[in-house]
């Protein structure tokens, strides 16, 4: 069973390499620049990734795995996107 909070903002992290997860999310209309809520996870029985049920800034919804992801907190809002500070992300990076 999997369970998140419903406040829990991601912000992408793009791996890249022969190795990277696909859909990469900076190229399915996600940015860097932005926090993103996440909606649902799911974690398919063959994989020992996570995938994160995220809407991109088109508002459509995506599968992005675990590894694209890092944490931006815990945000009591309506929305489904926040801005986020470069200086928050070139630190934590």
Same mark, same amino acid.
């Given at each position: 069973?999997?369970?998140?909070?419903?406040?829990?903002?991601?912000?992408?992290?793009?791996?890249?390499?022969?190795?990277?997860?696909?859909?990469?999310?900076?190229?399915?209309?996600?940015?860097?620049?932005?926090?993103?809520r996440v909606l649902g996870v799911y974690n398919p029985?063959?994989?020992?990734?996570?995938?994160?049920?995220?809407?991109?800034?088109?508002?459509?919804?995506?599968?992005?795995?675990?590894? =694209? $992801?890092?944490?931006?907190?815990? %945000?009591?809002? @309506? +929305?489904? =996107? $926040?801005?986020?500070?470069?200086? %928050?992300?070139? @630190? +934590?990076?």
């Amino acid at each position: 069973m999997l369970a998140f909070h419903p406040h829990l903002f991601v912000r992408i992290v793009e791996l890249d390499g022969p190795r990277a997860p696909m859909p990469k999310p900076l190229s399915s209309g996600f940015n860097p620049h932005r926090a993103y809520r996440v909606l649902g996870v799911y974690n398919p029985s063959e994989s020992s990734d996570a995938y994160f049920i995220l809407a991109n800034d088109r508002d459509e919804m995506w599968f992005i795995c675990q590894r =694209h $992801l890092r944490f931006a907190g815990l %945000h009591d809002t @309506a +929305a489904h =996107h $926040l801005d986020w500070p470069s200086e %928050h992300a070139s @630190a +934590a990076d």
